[in-house]
């Protein structure tokens, strides 16, 4: 493709990706209220078109070669717009090359495996798009925040004798270093709301009757862990943003910049793997042609001025 808007998406996204090996303080390091300073709203919707544009001609791509895959995986706390951006950024891209899983609870049946079993059984095939709607990684949030949900496991005592999380974090890593060698790349989306902002967003969700439903009153008692979920996150990312599978931190408190930035990450990833359309050998092509000979030779009624073809019998 042409360089320039490869260039260009790479410099946009560049300050949203984790360093692999640094530290992170989520509340210091990332302001959720940041967009680029020159970009207005209108611009900005209309960078997102284009860049689906390109993601659909990439995935088109992606499928026909059917050589890579792609995960993507959605982290935010409750409102911070996975379910909105994975709408728009995915609108125009063909729907049987995407599979989106989104991941609660876990039930009996997934707690009666190891914890990566569930998230394993969800990987997109080659040529496919897989997006995880909260990923493995609420095996560090959400159950390091609460932990009776890892008493819920059933892990052997062997297993709690080092830091769980510092292991986890590490077997994390391993699988999808194991992922990335064999074809298929992970890419990272951490959507960055602020507290204030959920707020307001929880606020519509009972003002607003069409979102009524979107509001549960386990998420305003969730709230009360911020600081808990902000110190997980900022360990969760300090661990697990790799060379094979960055983080991209994306500031959210502005739906329309959150979406855009989050379709830039994951076009740079499609225009870094460089799907290609699969050519064919002398020999095909020299097949394909006859067969148009033939193709060509046969009846057609634009030729025949609408009269029968001599070959049907009346
Ligand atoms: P939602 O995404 O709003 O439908 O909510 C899904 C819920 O499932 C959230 O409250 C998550 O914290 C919870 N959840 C997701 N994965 C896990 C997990 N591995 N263990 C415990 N709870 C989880
Ligand atoms: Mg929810």
Not at 42 to 66: I, M, S
Request: proline share 5%; with cysteine.
């Amino acid at each position: 493709m042409d360089e320039k808007p490869a260039k260009r998406i790479a410099a946009f996204i560049e300050p949203l990706r984790v360093e692999p090996g640094s530290r992170v303080d989520l509340a210091k390091d990332f302001d959720a209220r940041y967009k680029a300073r020159s970009l207005t709203k209108k611009h900005g919707v209309e960078l997102l078109g284009a860049t689906t544009a390109l993601l659909a001609d990439h995935q088109a791509r992606l499928a026909a070669q059917d050589t890579y895959g792609v995960l993507v995986c959605l982290q935010a706390l409750d409102a911070g717009g996975k379910d909105g951006t994975i709408r728009h950024v995915m609108s125009g891209v063909n729907p049987q090359g995407v599979k989106v899983s989104s991941f609660k609870v876990p039930s009996a049946e997934e707690l009666g495996h190891d914890y990566l079993w569930r998230y394993a059984r969800r990987l997109p095939a080659r040529g496919e798009i897989g997006i995880f709607n909260r990923s493995h990684y609420e095996e560090v949030l959400v159950v390091r925040v609460h932990p009776e949900n890892l008493d819920r496991q059933r892990l052997p005592p062997s297993a709690k004798a080092e830091s769980v999380w510092d292991r986890r974090f590490r077997e994390i890593n391993d699988w999808e270093h194991y992922l990335s060698d064999n074809g298929f790349k992970v890419v990272k989306i951490f959507l960055n709301v602020s507290k204030e902002e959920q707020r307001k967003r929880f606020l519509k969700r009972i003002d607003v009757p069409e979102k009524n439903w979107k509001f549960s009153a386990s998420d305003v008692r969730e709230r009360r862990y911020w600081d808990d979920y902000q110190r997980a996150f900022s360990e969760m990312l300090s661990a697990t943003s790799t060379r094979w599978a960055p983080w991209y931190v994306i500031p959210a408190d502005r739906k329309w910049f959150a979406r855009l930035c989050a379709g830039a990450v994951l076009v740079h990833t499609l225009i870094d793997i460089a799907p290609q359309y699969p050519t064919v050998g002398a020999r095909k092509r020299k097949e394909l042609l006859d067969v148009r000979r033939q193709l060509e030779d046969e009846w057609s009624p634009s030729l025949s001025s609408g009269r029968p073809s001599p070959s049907v019998s009346s």
